[in-house]
Every structure is written in structure tokens, then in C-alpha cells.
């Protein structure tokens, strides 16, 4: 099996964009909920950019599906994870000036502050996963810092500009995941997934769950978001029951 969590920041960002109250995020959450998504990821950044706080208390109130806070190694984001308590937490970089989360979290170079977060984070019974960079340096410091599991960046392989490039991105990926796997650590996937590129991602069996936003959210515009989450799912479950693609 192969989890869909659905990254719903995408909506927060057309609300914000006018300072209005809609659209609504839960409300989506709601849709993405009946298309199958297994899962409600969000990005509580520091700069309230999107999502507002009051959204993550009312996903995690109304929502059936499980909820994947993703936030950065802050005093003020753990305090804010204790009161919320979702289903997982993702630790990701996070630079003001970036319009999206650009690169994996540095753990290594980071070791004291992200051990401090993941120890906060655990003895307050939270799971807790890293967004990292498909390479092996990175898998071991997650695993020296006692996560629980690692999200790999799939930025690299989506950004591909020729076959090639992809094929060697897809394999650093492969083999990070077989990596993750062996060292004990949940493995999950994400960014720059879309509908034509999700299926090689999605037949590595070491992968559990991918956690996918903007397209979804692009796709919705002309088919609704339940359509578009359903779409993401059956081409995911699709590729993971075909087994692994030919390169
Ligand atoms: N996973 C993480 C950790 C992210 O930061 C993001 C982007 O917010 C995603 C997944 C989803 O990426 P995309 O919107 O490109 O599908």
C-alpha cells in the first residue's frame, strides 16, 4: 500500500492572496478527504504566509483523514505541535525569501538543533519525520538524531530537464529509500510530484506514503478537488501494483 497525503497550502495561498475568508482550507480538506486522501499535509511557516493557525485546529477538529504538520526546528512550531498533536510531524528548512521549500533540512550541519526539536517533539508521544535530501549522509544523520521517518525531496528528479538527468535522479532516490528502509526508518517521498511523474516514484516499494500539493491544487481548478485527489490516488496505486518501471 501507498499513502496519499495531500498538501492543501496551495488553497491557503489564493485565500491570502486577497486577505479574504475564503476559500475555506478545512473545506478542502473536507474534498480531498472524500477523493481518497489518506492524509492532510500542511506548512505552518513562520511568516503565516498560507496557513494560519486556526486552520491546523480546525483540520485537526473536523478531519477524519490523518493530519502531517510540517514546520521548522522552532521553539514557538514544537509548542504549537504539543497543543495540536497531529498524526506525524515533518521537519523542513525554511527561508523567508524562498517561495517553496527549496532543499532538504540539513541535519548533520544542524545535528544539536534538530535532536533538540525531534527529543521535544517525541517525549511528547509525536511522531516525527525529516525532509531531507536523497543521500545517504542525510539518512544517517535522521537516523543519529532519532526520527522516525524521513520524507526524501523528490525536487531534484521533478526538475529534470532532460531523460537522463531523471533516470539518475529517480536512482538516487531509489536507493535512498532502500537506504532509509534497512536503517529502520518510515519512508516517504514529496515535492514536485505531478500526474505524469508520479509513477516511477510511486512503484518503489520502500516508499509508504507521498505527500503532494500543487498539482493537485492546479488540477482542481478545472476538475474539482475530490476529482483531482482520486486521479493522484489511482495513478499512484496504478504504478505501485505494476511494480517497478522500466527506465
Ligand atoms: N513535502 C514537503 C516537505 C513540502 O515542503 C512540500 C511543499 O510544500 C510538499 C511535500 C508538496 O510539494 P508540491 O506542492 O510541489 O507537491
Known amino acids: ?19 479574504e475568508q475564503f476559500p475555506e482550507v478545512v473545506a478542502a480538506a473536507h474534498a480531498a478527504e472524500l477523493g481518497g486522501a489518506d492524509q492532510i499535509t500542511v506548512h505552518l511557516r513562520e511568516d503565516r504566509r498560507h496557513i494560519q493557525d486556526r486552520d491546523v485546529e480546525l483540520i485537526r477538529e473536523v478531519i477524519q483523514a490523518d493530519l502531517n504538520l510540517e514546520m521548522a526546528c522552532t521553539e514557538e512550531m514544537v509548542a504549537f505541535a504539543k497543543q ?4 506525524v510531524v515533518c521537519l523542513v528548512p525554511e527561508k523567508r525569501e524562498e ?7 540539513d541535519v548533520g550541519g544542524n545535528q544539536d538543533a534538530v535532536e533538540r526539536t525531534v527529543g521535544a517533539l517525541k517525549e511528547a508521544g509525536l511522531t516525527v519525520s525529516l525532509f531531507v535530501d536523497p543521500d545517504e549522509e542525510a539518512l544517517l544523520a535522521s537516523n543519529a538524531v532519532g526520527a522516525d521517518a524521513i ?17 539518475n535522479e529517480f536512482l538516487a532516490i531509489q536507493k535512498a ?8 526508518l518510515r519512508v516517504h517521498a514529496g515535492h514536485g510530484l505531478d500526474y505524469r511523474n508520479v509513477a516511477r516514484i510511486a512503484a518503489v516499494r520502500e516508499i509508504e506514503e507521498l505527500n503532494i500539493g500543487f498539482a493537485i ?3 482542481a481548478v478545472f476538475v474539482g478537488l475530490t476529482q483531482a485527489v482520486r486521479e493522484m490516488r489511482d495513478e499512484m496505486l496504478r504504478a505501485r501494483e505494476a511494480g517497478g518501471l522500466d527506465l
Open 1 to 19: 500500500m501507498i499513502r496519499l497525503g495531500v498538501n492543501i497550502d496551495h488553497v491557503a495561498t489564493l485565500r491570502q492572496a486577497r486577505r
Open 84 to 87: 495540536i498533536n497531529p498524526y
Open 99 to 105: 517561495v517553496t521549500t527549496e532543499g532538504g533540512l
Open 151 to 167: 520524507e526524501l525531496h523528490t525536487g531534484r528528479y521533478a526538475n529534470a530537464r532532460t531523460e537522463a538527468q531523471r533516470v
Open 177 to 184: 529509500a532502500r537506504t532509509a528502509h534497512e536503517l529502520g
Open 217 to 219: 491544487v492546479a488540477r
